[in-house]
């Protein structure tokens, strides 16, 4: 399979996956039709079917567009989310496939939004799977806690997606790297995984290159809300749980001004 990022708005990404032996292509959060549409056809692709992560107008805003250009097109969205445009609603657990060779596994990881989806991925042997994360996870970050709590977040962090192959490509939402991994810097300011990759992140963001995807084994080692079970991080907090220590480090990320 094939992914490429097709970005949207001022910060967000939707992104093309290409089934290559068939040329059949998803499409995840396209918020902008016509870009997404043009990204296709430069790549050969036909769309089939809409992957929406969750309901926010900056993930499920072009629904109803791309069901205008591509008549017939099937929308996927999480059940518990009123996902604008949704033609198929998903649970977790819900598989599809696209053309000859990829899978798509629906994950329900709710918090930011009750219905949020995270989609799994997986291609041929030997090709590392994908997850879409949304804004669930990401990129040393992770949303806000709009509709959901930490227990919550949790839950969808540190199980559900934390025990994906470490391999895993994480495509998320937003590109929110540097800032992310700037406050990552004010959890553990001795983690030099977090120092390199922050480099890293500047580096791309000067060049205009996206800093996605990340990997889940970067994530378990510069994400601190994927990092919550390390008993440091817990004592230099002041908590006691991975989930109190989930809890403090968003409401210290929401006043954060870095």
Same mark, same amino acid.
């Given at each position: 399979?094939?992914?490429?990022?097709?970005?949207?708005?001022?910060?967000?990404?939707?992104?093309?996956?290409? &089934?290559?032996?068939? !040329?059949?292509?998803?499409? %995840? =959060?396209?918020? *902008?039709?016509?870009?997404?549409? @043009?990204?296709?056809?430069?790549?050969?692709?036909?769309?089939?079917?809409?992957?929406?992560?969750?309901?926010?107008?900056?993930?499920?805003?072009?629904?109803?567009?791309?069901?205008?250009?591509?008549?017939?097109?099937?929308?996927?969205?999480?059940?518990? &989310?009123?996902?604008? !445009?949704?033609?198929?609603? %998903? =649970?977790?657990? *819900?598989?599809?496939?696209?053309? @000859?060779?990829?899978?798509?596994?629906?994950?329900?990881?709710?918090?930011?939004?009750?219905g949020h989806i995270s989609y799994y991925v997986t291609g041929k042997d030997g090709e590392n799977p994908a997850v879409f994360t949304g804004d669930t996870l990401f990129v040393a970050g992770c949303?806000?806690?709009?509709?959901?709590?930490?227990?919550?977040?949790?839950?969808?962090?540190?199980?559900?997606?934390?025990?994906?192959?470490?391999?895993?490509?994480?495509?998320?939402?937003?590109?929110?790297?540097?800032?992310?991994?700037?406050?990552?810097?004010?959890?553990?300011?001795?983690?030099?995984?977090?120092?390199?990759?922050?480099?890293?992140?500047?580096?791309q963001r000067q060049a205009n290159v996206p800093t996605i995807p990340s990997t889940l084994e970067e994530e378990l080692e510069t994400n601190p809300f994927m990092r919550v079970n390390n008993p440091?991080?817990?004592?230099?907090?002041?908590?006691?749980?991975?989930?109190?220590?989930?809890?403090?480090?968003?409401?210290?990320?929401?006043?954060?001004?870095?």
């Amino acid at each position: 399979m094939k992914i490429f990022h097709v970005p949207c708005l001022e910060d967000n990404y939707a992104y093309l996956i290409i &089934d290559e032996s068939t !040329g059949d292509a998803a499409v %995840v =959060d396209p918020v *902008d039709p016509e870009k997404v549409i @043009h990204s296709a056809e430069q790549h050969s692709a036909n769309i089939k079917f809409v992957l929406t992560t969750h309901h926010h107008w900056d993930h499920a805003g072009g629904n109803e567009k791309m069901k205008q250009l591509v008549p017939g097109i099937k929308v996927y969205g999480g059940s518990l &989310d009123k996902v604008k !445009g949704c033609t198929d609603a %998903v =649970d977790n657990g *819900d598989t599809l496939s696209l053309g @000859h060779d990829v899978n798509i596994s629906a994950l329900h990881t709710p918090c930011h939004t009750k219905g949020h989806i995270s989609y799994y991925v997986t291609g041929k042997d030997g090709e590392n799977p994908a997850v879409f994360t949304g804004d669930t996870l990401f990129v040393a970050g992770c949303g806000k806690f709009f509709e959901g709590t930490a227990e919550q977040m949790h839950q969808s962090l540190c199980v559900t997606l934390a025990s994906l192959p470490k391999p895993t490509q994480v495509y998320c939402g937003h590109e929110y790297t540097v800032k992310n991994l700037e406050f990552a810097l004010t959890v553990e300011p001795n983690n030099e995984k977090i120092q390199q990759k922050l480099a890293w992140a500047r580096q791309q963001r000067q060049a205009n290159v996206p800093t996605i995807p990340s990997t889940l084994e970067e994530e378990l080692e510069t994400n601190p809300f994927m990092r919550v079970n390390n008993p440091e991080i817990q004592e230099k907090l002041g908590c006691k749980s991975p989930i109190d220590t989930l809890r403090e480090i968003r409401n210290k990320k929401d006043q954060w001004r870095g």
